[in-house]
Structures are given as C-alpha cells and as structure tokens.
C-alpha cells in the first residue's frame, strides 16, 4: 500500500531534549516537505526537499533541521525543542515539488513540549 | 505580502445543497492549485488540482473553478452529504518558487441531513 509512514504519533517531552520524527513515503517519490499545523493557522511549511541531498527552507524552519540522505526518507530534527514547538506535524510526499503532482500526507504526529 | 485565504467561518449546509469555498490568494502567480480534505486528527487527503490555463475541473460531486484575474477558485460540493463534513484546504505553490507551498487554514464544511 503506497503511504507515508511517520513516528511516533505522539510525544511528550520535555524543553531542550533532542527529538527525531521520522518520515517514510514509499512510494519512490523525489519530492518530501514538513509542515506544522496549529489552530487558526493552517499548515505551515518547516522545510522541504525536492530530492536526495537537497533540502530547502519553508516558512518557519526556526528550530527545525532535516536531512535527505536517501530517497525514501526524510527526518524532522528539533535540536533543542521548546514549548512553542508543541504542534501537530505532518509530513508529505510528492512525484514533483511544483504542484502539478498531489501531496501524500502522513497521519501526523502530536507533539508536547512541556 | 503574499497571502492566501479561506472563509474561517464554518460552512454549515442541508444535505443535498451544494457548499461553496472560496480560495482568494494575493501577490502570487500560481501555474497550479490544489484542494484537499482534511478530517479532525489526521492528514490532508488530495481531492482536485487544477491547473492556470483551465477554468473547471470535475471529479464526480465536486467542482474546482480557477479564476487567475481575480486570484480565486472556488470548490464546490454538489449534492452534499453528512460525509462530507470535513474541514477543506486550498493549497499552492509559486512559480518562482518551486516546492515551496502555501496552505491556506481552512474552511469547515458541517452538512446536517
């Protein structure tokens, strides 16, 4: 079944404690993006990768890195998280990143920053 | 700036009326734009993208315009459902900035039977 997988679907950790979401997509697409979603706000793009090794900034990157040392895979990275990273995250997938190609969506993960 | 919109109003409507969204978006010169579903606690699912050079898309009950004078598409849903309530997101993605892509936050759509 073609999908993005992301891990863990919840977290609760504590202010300054290094985290790894990772994100997994199947589907041999070149094209990966994080995104944050909180009320009233929409999904906000962190950073995006348009193919191995390439990865660029989003809207809101501050806090955040990534990696794109395989096609498959795409790890969000909070070096020292802070309370206002508690947020639901998403992780996407595409064919292309020039939106003529639907996004894939994981299923999110929630996570707490106390 | 660069903005994209959506109604923040939640669009409440009789099953089998037809809902209407507005997507209104400033300073942008978008060659596509995408519409997708998105239930409490999960993702996005994709419904419809339409590119700049055409002005309707269809896939069975639903209906995307895309107006680039006036920067705005339109999704509709005809025939609505209980099952189609759901929140619905426009999204885009600049020329000039490949991969980089917009959101907007989001119209509630509540069809009541």
Redesign the interface.
């Known amino acids: 079944e073609a999908q993005v997988t992301q891990n863990p679907r919840y977290l609760i950790t504590v202010t300054g404690k290094k985290l790894t979401v990772t994100c997994s997509q199947n589907m041999n697409h070149e094209y990966m993006s994080w995104y944050r979603q909180d009320p009233g706000l929409g999904l906000r793009q962190i950073y995006y990768s348009m193919n191995v090794e390439v990865t660029d900034k989003g809207d809101v990157p501050e806090g955040y890195k990534v990696s794109r040392k395989e096609k498959r895979n795409f790890p969000l990275i909070l070096e020292s998280p802070s309370p206002n990273q508690t947020s639901l995250y998403f992780c996407a997938s595409s064919v292309t990143g020039g939106g003529g190609q639907p996004q894939h969506f994981g299923d999110g993960t929630r996570l707490s920053i106390l | 700036s660069q903005k994209i919109e959506q109604n923040?109003e939640a669009l409440n409507i009789q099953e089998g009326k037809t809902a209407t969204l507005t997507c209104n978006y400033t300073n942008y010169s978008?060659?596509?734009?995408?519409w997708?579903r998105q239930d409490p606690?999960?993702?996005?699912?994709?419904l419809l993208?339409i590119?700049e050079n055409e002005k309707e898309k269809r896939k069975e009950r639903l209906k995307v315009t895309f107006d680039t004078t006036l920067k705005q598409s339109l999704f509709h849903i005809t025939a609505s459902q209980p099952a189609d309530s759901a929140t619905y997101?426009c999204?885009?993605?600049p020329t000039d900035s490949?991969?980089?892509?917009?959101?907007?936050?989001?119209t509630q759509v509540v069809v009541t039977p």
């Open positions: 923040s978008p060659a596509y734009l995408q997708y606690g999960r993702g996005p699912v994709f993208l590119r997101l999204a885009l993605c490949w991969g980089k892509f917009q959101f907007g936050a989001g």
